[in-house]
């Protein structure tokens, strides 16, 4: 033990003497890299009875085979390391509930892991995963799973098999859809999405929580799927610029353009046409007042997933350009 650390020497020799069940040598406080363990005193390995072994905040870039020894231990806690695998023989710590990886450096995850029957409480937060392995979905008395930070682009369906599952947080993935099986995680009450560019379900019945995505898959499930032919124009800009009438022309190629009174507030015109199969596609034509007055309830109305129109008059060159384009800037990129 002479490149350890004298403050974690002394930690283990009383652990030792004492037959302590928990050793703490965890490095969290922000001491330099010196005073942090690079690998695990071979002595901890001697200590079999442990059940609780921290070692978060330290420098381990690998977890030895001789971690199988400590056949006693229900929770390690390995956070804030460098770990960028994991040894199959962690596999053999069979009374393990609690084990966490957060803040490491892991791309994969061995299939051993799906023999850590009694693990309750797994946290892979901010590692590198970008994939997941079906033998996840092995560990059945699971109820707490994160995810978070990782690069995560699809889930397995495999995860319905986590049926005592109740918090699952999947915040700052890359997921795109979720997979229907995971409205069938009956106990699942704490459900973190955000961060995530999820189409499906749409945005807003994501945001509502699970019992609005479980009630999603069950209408799909029920009714099938069927498109919303629909969509919300937004035509902005300063007052004068010619917005009511621009939007006029658009419902009414014929429209005629007489001298428009000053919008005021916020008028819409519904816009539909005939597509191909017969089916009409209607447009929501919103059309803002351009006054300052009106400009503090914009904020109210602009929503994402809509197509917007600046309208400027060059011949008054007064269009704050940055303005218009800073507000629907900033409403779409974080409604």
């Given at each position: 033990?002479?490149?350890?650390?004298?403050?974690?020497l002394e930690k283990i020799r009383e652990a030792k003497e004492k037959q302590l069940t928990e050793l703490d040598l965890s490095n969290d406080w922000g001491t330099n890299d010196k005073e942090k363990l690079t690998e695990i005193p071979a002595?901890?390995?001697?200590?079999?009875?442990?059940?609780?072994?921290?070692?978060?905040?330290?420098?381990?870039?690998?977890?030895?085979?001789?971690?199988?020894?400590?056949?006693?231990?229900?929770?390690?806690?390995?956070?804030?390391?460098?770990?960028?695998?994991?040894?199959?023989?962690?596999?053999?710590?069979?009374?393990?509930?609690?084990?966490?990886?957060?803040?490491?450096?892991?791309?994969?995850?061995?299939?051993?892991?799906?023999?850590?029957?009694?693990?309750?409480?797994?946290?892979?937060?901010?590692?590198?995963?970008?994939?997941?392995?079906?033998?996840?979905?092995?560990?059945?008395?699971?109820?707490?799973?994160?995810?978070?930070?990782?690069?995560?682009?699809?889930?397995?369906?495999?995860?319905?098999?986590?049926?005592?599952?109740?918090?699952?947080?999947?915040?700052?993935?890359?997921?795109?859809?979720?997979?229907?099986?995971?409205?069938?995680?009956?106990?699942?009450?704490?459900?973190?999405?955000?961060?995530?560019?999820?189409?499906?379900?749409?945005?807003?019945?994501?945001?509502?929580?699970?019992?609005?995505?479980?009630?999603?898959?069950r209408q799909l499930q029920a009714e099938g799927t069927d498109y919303l032919y629909e969509a919300k124009l937004l035509i902005v800009g300063e007052g004068g610029a010619g917005k009511t009438t621009l939007a006029k022309k658009i419902k009414?190629?014929?429209?005629?353009?007489?001298?428009?009174?000053?919008?005021?507030?916020?008028?819409?015109?519904?816009?539909?046409?005939?597509?191909?199969?017969?089916?009409?596609?209607?447009?929501?034509?919103?059309?803002?007042?351009?006054?300052?007055?009106?400009?503090?309830?914009?904020?109210?109305?602009?929503?994402?997933?809509?197509?917007?129109?600046?309208?400027?008059?060059?011949?008054?060159?007064?269009?704050?350009?940055?303005?218009?384009?800073?507000?629907?800037?900033?409403?779409?990129?974080?409604?």
């Amino acid at each position: 033990m002479t490149n350890t650390p004298q403050h974690f020497l002394e930690k283990i020799r009383e652990a030792k003497e004492k037959q302590l069940t928990e050793l703490d040598l965890s490095n969290d406080w922000g001491t330099n890299d010196k005073e942090k363990l690079t690998e695990i005193p071979a002595e901890v390995f001697e200590l079999e009875w442990l059940e609780v072994l921290n070692l978060s905040g330290n420098q381990l870039t690998t977890l030895p085979e001789a971690i199988a020894r400590l056949q006693q231990l229900t929770s390690l806690y390995l956070s804030d390391n460098q770990l960028t695998a994991l040894p199959e023989a962690i596999a053999r710590l069979q009374q393990l509930t609690f084990l966490d990886l957060s803040h490491n450096k892991l791309t994969t995850l061995p299939e051993a892991i799906a023999r850590l029957q009694q693990l309750t409480s797994l946290n892979l937060s901010r590692n590198k995963l970008t994939t997941l392995p079906e033998a996840i979905a092995s560990l059945q008395q699971l109820t707490s799973l994160d995810l978070s930070y990782n690069g995560l682009t699809t889930l397995p369906e495999a995860i319905t098999r986590l049926q005592q599952l109740t918090s699952l947080n999947l915040s700052g993935n890359k997921l795109t859809t979720l997979p229907e099986a995971i409205a069938r995680l009956q106990q699942l009450t704490s459900l973190y999405l955000r961060g995530n560019p999820i189409e499906k379900p749409p945005p807003e019945i994501v945001e509502q929580g699970i019992e609005a995505i479980r009630d999603y898959f069950r209408q799909l499930q029920a009714e099938g799927t069927d498109y919303l032919y629909e969509a919300k124009l937004l035509i902005v800009g300063e007052g004068g610029a010619g917005k009511t009438t621009l939007a006029k022309k658009i419902k009414d190629q014929n429209y005629q353009l007489p001298e428009e009174d000053t919008t005021k507030g916020i008028e819409v015109i519904q816009w539909s046409f005939p597509m191909e199969d017969g089916r009409k596609f209607r447009v929501n034509i919103w059309d803002f007042g351009g006054q300052e007055i009106y400009h503090a309830t914009h904020q109210f109305f602009l929503t994402k997933r809509s197509l917007y129109v600046l309208v400027a008059d060059t011949r008054k060159e007064d269009t704050d350009f940055y303005y218009w384009l800073n507000v629907v800037e900033l409403i779409t990129v974080h409604c």
